[in-house]
């Protein structure tokens, strides 16, 4: 145990020291941490955010680390996760409702249609927390989180409690102004859907995931779509399949035989092979196409997040 963390575990019972990222993200890699720790209460988060703070120790907001990759040599500090008590959903007038930062996006999406809450069946197959598919404007099927957004709170690095319109955040496709930062934690978010009839969410959101399903190797572990879109129609996937990459591998990391905008983990990939497999890939695009692959999925380092490329 680093003398940093000392005591941790007395604030957040839920701690665990020198665990492995590979145990709280869906890529399934990545080396030791400081700790990870989990708050069930604001005022859990609250006191680990002033312990750390007190301490300089860096640490790193994970939801359900579906987006990210962490280093082989692990990550000098603390893995934060949100738990119960962020993961409440509670229900306003003309399709308005609040879901706490920790709820999986999943779950969300399938309590909101159970209620005639339509609008963000695209989410019911994501698989992030509220929290962090807010912070980084998570979407599908040409549809994101931001477009109904009403606001957020968060609980600052000193464990202030803070409210942020939905325009503060600047949503833009797959980025806003969260993405990245650590000063401040999304504790709760608000969205606006619209009234529906329950039956017609319910099936629209089968229709989303059964095409997810046929298309995407969901069952394999990864951390979903690796390249942004780059635009003007031209989707990711269907570029790096035309390059003939899919099946390509660094060691234990492929790039999808099923979706090519995919890289999974077969089996004991690093994140060595996931940042070799993404440069060939955007190497090939770049001579072949003239097209400059801009990654989605996020390194992890000390401190700071920097884009895997």
């Given at each position: ?21 590979t145990h709280v993200t869906t890529f399934r890699i990545g080396g030791p941490a400081w700790a990870v720790t989990r ?22 907001m994970v939801g359900k680390g579906s987006n990210l990759l962490f280093p082989d040599e692990g990550y000098p500090g ?198 070799e497999l993404i440069a060939q890939v955007q190497a090939k695009a770049m001579a072949e196409v003239g097209i400059q ?17």
């Amino acid at each position: 145990m680093r003398p940093e963390v000392r005591g941790l575990d007395a604030l957040a019972p839920d701690t665990q020291f020198d665990q492995a990222a590979t145990h709280v993200t869906t890529f399934r890699i990545g080396g030791p941490a400081w700790a990870v720790t989990r708050a069930h209460t604001p005022e859990q988060l609250r006191d680990v955010l002033r312990f750390l703070a007190e301490r300089s120790v860096p640490y790193r907001m994970v939801g359900k680390g579906s987006n990210l990759l962490f280093p082989d040599e692990g990550y000098p500090g603390v893995l934060l996760l949100l738990g119960d008590g962020f993961s409440e959903l509670t229900y306003g007038e003309n399709g308005l409702f609040t879901a706490g930062a920790g709820m999986s996006l999943p779950r969300m999406a399938n309590l909101i249609a159970r209620a005639g809450i339509a609008g963000l069946e695209f989410s019911a197959q994501i698989p992030g927390s509220v929290g962090g598919s807010v912070a980084v404007n998570a979407g599908a099927f040409a549809q994101d989180l931001h477009s109904k957004l009403i606001g957020v709170r968060a609980v600052t690095r000193m464990g202030e409690e803070i409210a942020l319109p939905a325009a503060a955040l600047r949503g833009a496709y797959r980025s806003t102004a969260l993405k990245g930062r650590q000063d401040f934690i999304l504790t709760e978010a608000t969205f606006r859907g619209e009234s529906a009839d329950a039956r017609d969410v319910q099936r629209k959101q089968k229709e989303y995931g059964l095409y997810r399903e046929k298309t995407q190797p969901l069952k394999m572990a990864s951390a979903g779509c690796v390249f942004k879109n780059p635009g003007k129609g031209c989707s990711a996937g269907a570029l790096i399949d035309q390059l003939g990459l899919k099946g390509h591998s660094v060691g234990d990391a492929q790039v999808s035989e099923k979706h090519a905008n995919f890289i999974v983990n077969t089996g004991h990939a690093r994140a060595v092979d996931v940042l070799e497999l993404i440069a060939q890939v955007q190497a090939k695009a770049m001579a072949e196409v003239g097209i400059q692959l801009e990654t989605e999925i996020e390194l992890v380092t000390a401190g700071q997040l920097a884009m895997a490329a």
